[in-house]
């Protein structure tokens, strides 16, 4: 569920850091957790990330 909850602030319009903030978790910990997330869903790209994850969403 973690995993999922990182991938989502990547949506957001906030800086990484502010995202770990706001999670109580280091801005490391984001910028591990998005990129296997885009491994995973092989995205090419954080907008492309950002896309399948609002198509998603809207599912």
């Given at each position: 569920m973690e995993k999922y909850l990182?991938?989502?602030?990547?949506?957001?319009?906030?800086?990484g850091w502010f995202n770990a903030y706001?999670?109580?978790?280091?801005w490391k910990t984001i910028e591990v957790h998005r990129a296997n997330a885009m491994r995973?869903?092989?995205a090419n790209s954080l907008s492309e990330l950002?896309?399948?994850v609002?198509?998603?969403r809207a599912a």
């Open positions: 990182y991938a989502a602030t990547a949506v957001r319009r906030f800086p706001e999670l109580g978790v280091s995973k869903m092989q950002v896309g399948m609002l198509h998603l």
